[in-house]
């Protein structure tokens, strides 16, 4: 170990063992969210099944709740719910990477564990960091414990990407299939186009480019994150574009991320299906478990977002943005549903009566779900789990509107539904909409955290993950509808070893 990594592996752990002793007195931690140990969390990255465990890496700024130099951080588990903090994977400290560590993905072969990820290096002069200035090579590190990494190398170096890209090219995820070795790179055209290149390898060093996917017109400029996969023998390609123009349904947030189901290899913007319409989702990532699953884990954040929002967690508990819960991907109705891993229902706890009360406006006719959170004397009131809750409803009629006390509201008008925020829950941030694609709005699970909320419609057709820093206590829940059934669990922790 050089000595730049052992100072920096010295400082994050006095980061992180300093913000541990803040942790039983910050409000707006998470109980069942992946979140940084200390400071900043962005993309999850080298997801994979090793060994009889889940890896989940992460973008890490454990210096600074705003982001700065980037690390690998590392989870892993045996079963998507206890999970260990194993510290920090990879750090910035090679003249490959000596300004970041960045985002990449991870490939199990022969019990061995690879790593392949973008290092991130600034150049001093007066640059525009765009076309010149900055080197992203791709780089490959191995482990042959889930735990300790060998000697970084470059399976890429960033003078052969080609002529007409500027110098952000950046996040590879790698597969097998076939025999062959291959990688997808995102990337940002010279024309301001974002586009992505594909390699293959046949011995994970040597890597030949084979070709490049973008739409004919520009769709965005600068496509990050990609990743590519097949499901039901239908091969689909998902990014991160920048620079999409907003619109009322559609591109609210100041980045996308979304896929496209690919005939062949051409991608035409309209058929762009966006994975999530909350505030907060950006960069997901998939893998393959060993029961076959498609996996997918979403950054719950947002980044140049500073404008519209202003986040009470890095402010006030220097910690800032968190995973989302591990979601299993299926292709249906030629779209992509995303619904939590299976493994969620066992973080169920007690379950909440509801009353079903019918409401007395003549002209509604609607029924009323309602659930007081206060009355259930039965259940000890402490306030913070109160917070975090798991809410199913099944739901029939044309109109249908949910409640969460006076923080959140969740309304369907015919097939178009909107999520709203109060002002003091939102941040900064009211609402966001969505076209549902069936039509019909049957479905509904509310995944609710402290400080986090995942909104699930019509088991994942549709999906909104959101920040939000509720304040009405004790909790109601309210639900109308023609009809409405539901069940409300508490939620229980995920364990975390830190
Ligand atoms: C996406 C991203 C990636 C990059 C990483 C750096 O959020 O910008 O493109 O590798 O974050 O943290």
């Not at 000595?3 to 910050?26: F, P």
Request: with cysteine.
């Amino acid at each position: 170990m050089s000595t730049l990594t052992n100072v920096l592996e010295r400082e994050v752990r006095r980061a992180e063992e300093t913000a541990a002793a803040e942790h039983a007195l910050q409000k707006n931690r998470l109980t069942h969210h992946l979140m940084p140990p200390a400071g900043w969390l962005n993309d999850p990255n080298g997801l994979c099944y090793y060994k009889g465990r889940y890896h989940v890496f992460f973008q890490y700024s454990p210096f600074d709740p705003e982001g700065g130099l980037k690390f690998w951080g590392h989870y892993s588990c045996e079963d998507l719910v206890n999970w260990v903090y194993e510290g920090t994977a990879l750090y910035p400290d090679s003249v490959d990477d000596c300004h970041g560590v960045y985002s990449g993905s991870a490939l199990v072969e022969d019990d061995v564990m690879h790593l392949f990820f973008s290092g991130n290096v600034k150049l001093e002069g007066d640059y525009d960091y765009i076309n010149e200035g900055r080197r992203s090579s791709t780089l490959h590190v191995v482990s042959r414990d889930g735990k300790h990494f060998e000697k970084k190398e470059v399976a890429i170096d960033c003078e052969q990407y080609p002529e007409d890209y500027t110098c952000h090219i950046r996040d590879p995820k790698v597969w097998k299939e076939d025999g062959l070795y291959y990688m997808v790179l995102g990337g940002r055209k010279k024309n301001d186009q974002g586009a992505v290149l594909f390699y293959q390898s046949h011995d994970l060093k040597n890597w030949t480019i084979s070709h490049e996917i973008t739409t004919e017109e520009p769709f965005g400029y600068m496509w990050e994150c990609p990743d590519f996969f097949t499901l039901s023998d239908t091969k689909i390609l998902s990014v991160s574009p920048q620079g999409l123009k907003r619109e009322e349904n559609r591109f609210q947030n100041v980045y996308a991320s979304g896929y496209f189901l690919m005939d062949n290899d051409v991608v035409c913007p309209e058929d762009f299906r966006e994975w999530d319409m909350g505030f907060d989702f950006y960069a997901p990532q998939t893998f393959q478990d060993e029961k076959n699953r498609r996996i997918l884990i979403g950054w719950m954040g947002m980044p140049d977002a500073q404008e519209e929002y202003i986040n009470p967690t890095a402010k006030e508990e220097h910690w800032q943005h968190c995973l989302t819960v591990p979601r299993e991907v299926t292709l249906k109705n030629n779209r992509l549903y995303q619904y939590p891993v299976e493994e969620i229902y066992g973080l169920r706890g007690e379950e909440i009566p509801m009353s079903l009360k019918k409401m007395e406006d003549p002209d509604g006719g609607q029924s009323v779900l309602l659930y007081n959170w206060d009355a259930a004397s039965d259940i000890e009131k402490n306030i913070e789990e109160h917070r975090s809750f798991d809410l199913e409803l099944q739901v029939c009629g044309e109109s249908v509107r949910v409640d969460l006390g006076k923080d959140l509201f969740l309304q369907c008008e015919g097939g178009r539904v909107t999520l709203g925020l109060s002002k003091n829950a939102g941040a900064g941030r009211i609402k966001r909409n969505a076209i549902i694609p069936s039509g019909r709005l049957e479905q509904i699970r509310i995944l609710a955290d402290t400080t986090a909320v995942e909104i699930y419609l019509n088991y994942g057709e549709v999906v909104f993950s959101t920040r939000y820093y509720p304040e009405t206590q004790p909790l109601v829940v309210k639900a109308e509808a023609d009809q409405v059934e539901g069940k409300l669990f508490r939620l229980n922790r995920i364990h975390v070893v830190i």
